[in-house]
């Protein structure tokens, strides 16, 4: 594979190294010099064996200017994520920070993992960090377990579904369990917020035609029509100005979506939570006091339910694809076979874990 930059995507300019799990976080999760399992390796000598690496050398290309700039980022999201672990309360904004970097951090681990696998599913890599944070509506699952070890690492990063769509995995931090989820208008119209109609997959490109329309201004419960554990906290964020509509967008220049934004010109909507039942809009300024005091699980239950969900996740959001009426039989055939095939490794592998509990 041809070398380049992780964050923006051209040959990298006075080259430098990303470390994909942030050296901070090594450090403080336990002894920076240590291996982390990276799932089974693809080269065909030693195919289907347990892959370590030393997360000192789990690194990747780098502009520097791009690392530079991502580098804020780091240094703004290590003190929100060290309250959220002594379960001190968040503002909305960091929040908002805080997804911008699981963001990049699940992306970040999708080229990685394309790297290190060599690419063995013919995966194009028609985006890169810098084109997808903040860009789709997102989710996180925070859950609390009764871990009293540091450790940092993820879980189902390594399945054909997240090659082929990177849009769900877990992270885990010493005693909590981070399920990030995000795709595009993966629930924009249930909150209210212009939506698109009649969604069609350009064969071309990663951007998608259809009709963007008003929304209904006002939000309509549950944001996702899909079962979701309420084992913890769910946190939404309903992003716009993604660059993926192609056309006119002045259904946005409306009151409803900028009274519903934390950062209007931005794209960012404001932050929503989900607990025991209680949904809460949380806008600028404001604490998320919903992010304290979550129960605690048994940490090796937990970390098996976390991996099915995400699993789950994996094959629901397969079925959230736009139309591919203008694709070519050749390219329709090739999305069926490759997303049938993800979707039944998935199976296979919740299958095995549900086993263990």
């Known amino acids: 594979m041809a070398k380049f930059c992780i964050f923006c995507g051209k040959k990298p300019k006075e080259k430098s190294r990303e470390h994909i799990v942030p050296q901070w976080l090594i450090e403080l999760t336990g002894d920076p010099k240590r291996e982390v399992n990276l799932g089974m390796s693809k080269n065909e000598a030693d195919f289907g064996k347990s892959r370590k690496y030393a997360f000192k050398n ?8 791009c690392n530079t700039k991502y580098g804020k980022l780091e240094a ?54 810098e084109k997808r944070i903040g860009q789709y509506d997102r989710l996180l699952i925070v859950q609390k377990t009764d871990r009293n070890e540091p450790r940092v690492n993820f879980g189902a990063i390594d399945t054909p579904a997240f090659s082929f769509t990177p849009s769900a995995f877990v992270l885990s931090v010493n005693n909590f ?3 990030s989820v995000s795709s595009t208008f ?31 201004e006002r939000i309509m419960l549950p944001l996702i029509r899909k079962a979701i554990p309420h084992n913890g906290v769910i946190f939404y ?12 967008t002045s259904e946005y220049e ?10 209007y010109e931005k794209g960012y ?13 949380y806008s600028t300024g404001q604490l998320l006091d919903s992010i304290k005091n979550l129960p605690v699980h048994k940490d090796y239950e937990l970390s098996i339910k976390s991996s099915i969900e995400v699993l789950k996740w994996q094959n629901w959001l397969h079925t959230l694809l736009p139309d591919t ?7 329709k055939r090739y999305l069926k076979e490759k997303f049938s095939f993800a979707t039944k490794v998935n199976k296979n592998l919740i299958s095995v874990l549900q086993k263990e509990l």
């Not at 309360?89 to 911008?100: I, P, R």
């Not at 909507?269 to 809009?281: L, Q, T």
């Not at 009426?325 to 390219?331: A, E, G, N, P, Y």
């Open 177 to 179: 369990n981070f399920i």
């Open 186 to 216: 993966l629930f924009s119209r249930r909150v209210g917020f212009p939506y698109i109609t009649d969604m069609v997959l350009s064969p071309d490109s990663d951007k998608y035609s259809g009709t963007l329309v008003l929304g209904r």
């Open 325 to 331: 009426k203008l694709l070519s039989q050749d390219q």
């Open 269 to 281: 909507g404001n932050i929503f939570s989900e607990r025991d039942g209680v949904f809460v809009e």
């Open 254 to 263: 409306c009151e409803y979506v900028k009274k519903h934004s934390l950062d």
């Open 58 to 65: 789990f690194t990747f290309p780098a502009c520097v200017n």
């Open 76 to 129: 703004d999201v290590k003190p929100i994520l060290l309250k959220v672990l002594n379960d001190e309360g968040v503002t909305s904004e960091e929040m908002s920070s805080f997804l911008d970097w699981v963001d990049k951090v699940r992306v970040g681990l999708w080229l990685a993992m394309q790297q290190l696998d060599k690419n063995y599913l013919n995966v194009e890599s028609n985006f890169h960090i």
């Open 237 to 248: 964020q309903p992003q716009f100005r993604n660059g993926l509509i192609n056309g006119d």
